[in-house]
């Protein structure tokens, strides 16, 4: 017989689009494939930035994204009582009215009480421009349950972070260690990076306390205890100190290691640096002895600089340096059994570290000039890189330890060198040319300036006027000082108490926090629907705007429902959360490849809409009208400097201008021409060590990064916290209250240092022996991967993951269900077995569990019977201490989500019916989905 | 495997139906007229119940006829040839000792091989499968083709053979049970061969492709109890086997016979469960699924 | 075409590295978005909402953990689709010649026109590589993406299975296995890439490439470094004398 006939080049589809893929924030390239004019298969766009031609599963399944039965179909005035699932489905018309009269009456009066928080969008630069000229100060979006700490330490560190805007140099790196790290935003990037690594037979070493994953691959695994990264790392800092394995040229050139230091305790100046009249900080040249400023041109700053001047000494950073880390508190023996890595294990990893970063060096002949004028032939590097994400940074020490984790970086010089750690742009960035934070209200006016930003001592806090806290999150206050992002998930918790006061409309925008992203969730929802003395709520107005009928839809009292990713614009900024490579600054959009079926709209264009419905300035004309039809209008036309607008590509009449340059009215389309991206290339001689390297700060001005140059130092001390730390030793006029004065000491140390998670003393450890974990799965983008149809046949529900000597202790097996309870309440849950965990370790995937009836599943889906959330053993705040205050659950510094803090203790139970807590099934405003699907069917 | 009631009901009912036919076929019983017609129909019902519920087995059994194509390779199509060779054969035969009253015996013999081949090829899509180590052997055509033979002469009123064969059929149950639980437990297959991991250490399958079920589970991962399984060959063994050899070997009247007859019916059902009930296929060790851990 | 072909010198199939296969489920889906769209009927999704969804996958990521004698335990990502077995039980089998395994390059196919769906093959495939789909009632496996690897309508960089183009780690290399110079041969030469379940005499072509050793560091760390001469002055004596060193100091 003959093989049957096959035709091998069939038609593959009649058009694509390229867009850019919103199935998570790491915002790769995307072909869409339409066959008559609907989505029919998506593949990644080779020609992209980001992703260079390969997809995740997620990104794959997006066709049962767009097509999900969960999308809202129109906008919704809820009819039940909050939290039943009752919504009436009303107009647009209707809709926008009754937000204006809701929010134009509280703008005129008090605008503070408007809190606009918004989830994982990519629109911060529009969405807190939108707040700012609403005039409250209670905007933020979602960084601050996120990974904080993570930003903010690496932006006062060393000018720019492993989040989002740092990778390793994939090309050059020889030892790569990744801490913490399950999936990170850069999803596909660190896949391929790593499969580039694998490739060239570099060693990666995975820090987690879980091997799955990454750290599956890793060639080395550290089974590292929970919470205790910055003991380990400063360890091996202490390592390397004791053998001198560090590198004295980088410290003295590119940090602050040189900078002097008034030494004197009873100074009013002490711990600050010694600067010159310009307010530049002195070191002393080692050429000559002498201080001078730290850029002065072609010195050599002296790492052991002392200066005594009237009467004051100044020593170098360096001093505190070698005097702290040196000292016993951090040997490996001393850590060993607390980090539950042997003292041995710790030296050799050191030991490692140094022989690959000094005897492995690479250099790449590119002569470059720094900021000081001194020319070097080459590009010398110490090959070892570092990333790190939440699993460092979403602790209460999570601050110190990131600032720890640069340390180390800086010790062995492998920050912004071949084979180090490299910036995205528009990073490097120094901490002091961001903006700082702003709270001044004014009612009917827009706020003083933009809501966030990096302060540099308690002069810059959001205070009122008789010291309270001046935001609803209270970010920026003693509590939180630098709370870069502030703080999403004490908004609903403080609202409910008052607590600095009471608002009237509560505004979100793709966050699902009547669920999974909020600590605490049956407190939440509790919060959400509580009422007072008369009867009505005490969170009085909630608007919300999802694509989807999430479990939050249900608790909103109108529901501004918005399109899917391949429905709307969208616009991926420079000004914001870029696509950038370390090579290049680049920049992208989305746009409608499909129209929307339903009655939708993209929220941003809602808001364009609603802000010239307002009145607000920068939204309406002079005469009072629209300023922009929507935001597509608006990404093309507006401009936050002359010259410099959301999109960077493509400007000026002519579509030439790269980064500066005219709104082009042609702006979209040739960035839809160009697949949706826009992308200039970092010149060879900027390559590396840009915050020194003068043709990299001269680039970063011509494409409009920053509007001169702004080389600076890194900063292994930390400037801006010793002015927190010396305010909470007594000096200066504003003042922390009482109480967080000893925790302010400790905690503001400008050097970093590790403590131990605040839960650990809040709770009895005996009674809580284990660590509980979350990790993202691959597959799954938090609450909005299970109504995908593809994906949640993957994970459709998730077990509790339990390390082997709790298996065997409790007599566990295969189909056994637990409770696992922590101080503040218990889950009773389906256990599997994980031998590769930290003895001390439970764990299980991040946001699988679903409420029943929520995104359009049947009610006895798997989620809702089987999955569950770790969330409701976390608690928003620290067990009461009898006190009579609310002491957050988040780091002192940044107020930083503790999420792995949590201490919990199991107990094998007989299965129940359904994982527990389970709550009331929702109503839901969609209906439910079809009993079958044939993707793709030929009709 | 699992246990599909249509499969089930298959092998045993056409089993039975061609162990008939087998023994009409050869000449036995020595009936005519509408005594004979009533073992034909008897026969051909029985064997077309069968292969009606495999059809129902089948996803697109509007296309059934294109099994007949690949008899040189697949034992599937063969069975299907075989099957319709038989009955065809088996009605003419039948046909002319009916209606002309005449028994071609050299037709008998062919119809009567036809069956016997017909059993052997159902028996062999099973036995060919060294997925299945339970099922890869010579025992499962020996005690395929002597269950029909037996269930055969039963209903064909050969009383003593039929009780002779459920003894020899009983001993080629044990022996298969037997034999199947070493296979078993000492697959040649191994979670290590399956996965090539085995260099570095013991093999643990931590989590599955997918939490729910999908074609594969349902298909080829069964589980049962030890227990369960003791029972269950107790049962088999006893109303399969023992009990009717020991009724049929009192030369019973009908009704006794009848009853001995749908005891050993009901043993074999039992035991046809278990077949595959028991049976673990070597995929199931991609899933964790050991092949002695029952 | 029940029987197999006389086996030809041209052996295409995938080199799955299980050193660098992070477990991302990415070649899943790609490979259903794929195949749903083109061979053969849809990969259906039964109750894809509801309290047991069951759909047709042609590709699935398996884990594993390995517990050697004396180290942590490891834990490895498994994707399987497929093998292409050169000694294909699935192929003979099949009673009604709908599977068969391709003369020019070796492919293993279901003509879904000709399939009844009696499931024999998915039983004979020792590697759960077959899932019959509960809609169309026709068995479905892993294509080899055979309309995209000559298909003259994509790119020709794009022809190239799906789940091998959207591999993020580079974890899947495709490739021509019968020739010893390509590409995918060498990396099996070199890498020491191993067959599964050998014993069963199916001979796949696909190949599977070995987790490296691991945990090096932590079974022989590497010795302790030294502690810096620090007599004179302490470490910050040293580090001035250290720093005599550097270009540029002193001059
Ligand atoms: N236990 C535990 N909890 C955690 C974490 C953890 O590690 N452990 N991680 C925390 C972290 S870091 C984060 S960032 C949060 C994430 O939590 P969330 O920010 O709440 O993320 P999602 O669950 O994805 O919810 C976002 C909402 O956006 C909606 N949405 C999706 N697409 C669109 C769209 O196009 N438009 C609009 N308007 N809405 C859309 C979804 O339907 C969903 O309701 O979870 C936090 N929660
Ligand atoms: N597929 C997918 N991708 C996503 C998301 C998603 O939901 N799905 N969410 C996105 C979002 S919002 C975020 S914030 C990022 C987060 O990306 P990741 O930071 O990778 O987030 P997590 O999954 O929370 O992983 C935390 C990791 O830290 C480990 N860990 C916990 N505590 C410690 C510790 O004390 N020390 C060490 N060394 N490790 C520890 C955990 O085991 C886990 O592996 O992912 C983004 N990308
Ligand atoms: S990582 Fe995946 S989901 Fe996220 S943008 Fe990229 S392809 Fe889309
Ligand atoms: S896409 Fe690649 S890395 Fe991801 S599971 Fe498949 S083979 Fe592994
Ligand atoms: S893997 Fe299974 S389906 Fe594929 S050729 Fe081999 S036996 Fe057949
Ligand atoms: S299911 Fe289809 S392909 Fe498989 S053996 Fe039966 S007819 Fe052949
Ligand atoms: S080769 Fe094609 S059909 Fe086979 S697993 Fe990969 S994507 Fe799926
Ligand atoms: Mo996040």
Known sequence: MTAPFLDTSPPVSDEIRKTTCYMCACRCGIDVHLKDGKVAYIEGNRDHPVNKGVLCAKGSAGIMQVNAPSRLRAPLKRVGPRGSGQFEEISWDEALQTAVDWLAPLRATAPEKLAFFTGRDQSQSFTSLWAQSYGTPNYAAHGGFCSVNMAAAGIYSVGGSFWEFGQPDWDHTKFFMLFGVAEDHDSNPIKMGIGRLKERGARIVGVNPIRTGYNAVADDWVEITPGTDGLFILAMVHELLRAGQIDLEYLARFTNAPVLVNADPASAEFGLFLRNDAGKPLVIDSASGTPMAFDSPGILPDLTGTLTRDGITHRAVMHQIATRYLTKEYAPDTVADRVGISAERIRGMAAELARVAFDEAIEIPQPWTDFRGTHHASMTGRPVSFHAMRGISAHSNGFQTCRALHLLQMLLGAIERPGGMRFKPPYPKPFDAHPKPHCQVTPGKPLDGPHLGYVTGPADLALRPDGTPARIDKAFSWEAPMSAHGLMHMVISNAHAGDPYKIDTLMLYMANMAWNSSMNTRGVIEMLTDTDESGNYVIPRIIYSDAYSSEMVAYADLILPDTTY?????????????????????????????????????????????????????????????????????????????????????????????????????????????????????????????????????????????????????????????????????????????????????????????????????????????????????????????????????????????????????????????????????????????????????????????????????????????????????????????????????????????????????????????????????????????????????? | MHPAPSLIIFTTLSGLGFGLLFWLGLGYPDVSGWVAATFLGLGFVLAGIGLGAAALHLGNPQRAWRAFSQWRSSWLSREAVMSVAALSVMALYGAIWVFAGERLPILGAIGAALCAATVFATAMIYAQLKTVPRWNSWTTPALFLTIAAAGGAALASLVFLAAFLMLLGGILQGVAWVTGDNRAEKPHSTIESATGLGAIGKVRAFAAPHTGENYLLREMVHQIGRKHIKRLRVISMLLGYTLPAIVMATDPGHTEAAVALASHVVGVLAGRWLFFAQAEHVMGLYYGKGQSDQ | MTTLPPCGTKKLGLVIDLDTCVGCHACVVSCKGWNTENYGAPLSDADPYGANPLGTFLNRVHSYEVQPESAPTQLIHFPKSCLHCDDAPCVTVCPTGASYKRVEDGIVLVNEDACIGCGLCAWACPYGAREMDAAAGVMKKCTLCVDRIYNENLPEIDRVPACVRTCPSGARHFGDLGDPTSAVSQLVADRGGFDLMPELGTKPVNKYLPPRLKDTLAKAPPKAMPTVNVDAGGFLGWLDRALDSLPGKGE
Not at chain 1, 579 to 593: G, Q, Y
Not at chain 1, 649 to 654: K, L
Not at chain 1, 759 to 782: I, K, S
């Open chain 1, 566 to 939: 391949l429905e709307r614009h969208d616009c991926i900024s420079l000004l914001d959360r870029p696509i950038c490579e370390a090579d290049a600054a680049a920049d992208a959009i989305r746009w409608p490849v499909i129209e929307p079926d339903r009655d939708v709209r993209g929220f941003q264009s809602v808001l364009v809409d609603l802000g010239a419905r307002l009145g607000l300035p920068g939204f309406v004309t002079e005469d009072g009208g629209a300023k922009y039809t929507d935001y597509a209008d608006y990404i093309v036309n507006h401009e936050r400097r002359p010259g410099v607008g959301p999109l960077a590509g493509f400007r000026g009449e002519d579509g030439c201008g790269q980064g500066r340059g005219a709104p082009n009215p042609d702006q979209l389309n040739r960035y839809i021409e160009n697949g949706s991206f826009w992308m200039a290339h970092v010149p060879a001689e900027a390559a590396y060590f840009k915050p020194w390297n003068t043709a990299y700060q001269d680039w970063a001005v011509k494409i409009g990064l920053y509007d001169k140059p702004l080389p600076y130092l890194f900063n292994l001390y930390s400037e801006p916290m010793r002015r927190f730390q010396a305010a909470a030793e007594g000096h200066g006029d504003r003042q922390p209250p009482e109480h967080l004065r000893e925790r302010l000491k400790q905690a503001m140390d400008p050097l970093p240092i590790w403590y131990p998670p605040f839960e650990d003393g809040a709770v009895d450890t005996d009674a809580f022996p284990l660590h509980a974990l979350t990790q993202r799965p691959m597959a799954m983008y938090h609450s909005w991967g299970s109504q995908n149809a593809w994906l949640r046949q993957i994970h459709g529900h998730n077990p509790l993951y339990l390390p082997k000597n709790i298996w065997d202790d409790h007599g566990f097996s295969e189909g056994d269900w637990a409770q696992l309870s922590s101080a503040h309440g218990a889950i009773t849950v389906p256990v599997a077995l994980n031998a590769a965990l930290n003895p001390h370790t439970v764990w299980t995937w991040n946001a699988i569990g679903k409420r029943r009836g929520a995104w359009a599943l049947d009610k006895d889906a798997p989620e809702a019977t089987k999955g569950f959330l770790l969330n409701h053993l976390i608690h928003e705040l620290l067990p009461p201490k009898g006190d009579g205050l609310r002491w957050a659950n988040s780091d002192p510094i940044t107020g930083q989500a503790a999420w792995f803090d949590l201490r919990v203790a199991i107990k094998k139970v007989p299965a129940p019916d359904a994982a527990q807590p389970q709550f009331d099934t929702l109503a839901s405003p969609v209906g439910q989905g079809p009993q079958l699907l044939e993707q793709g069917k030929k009709s």
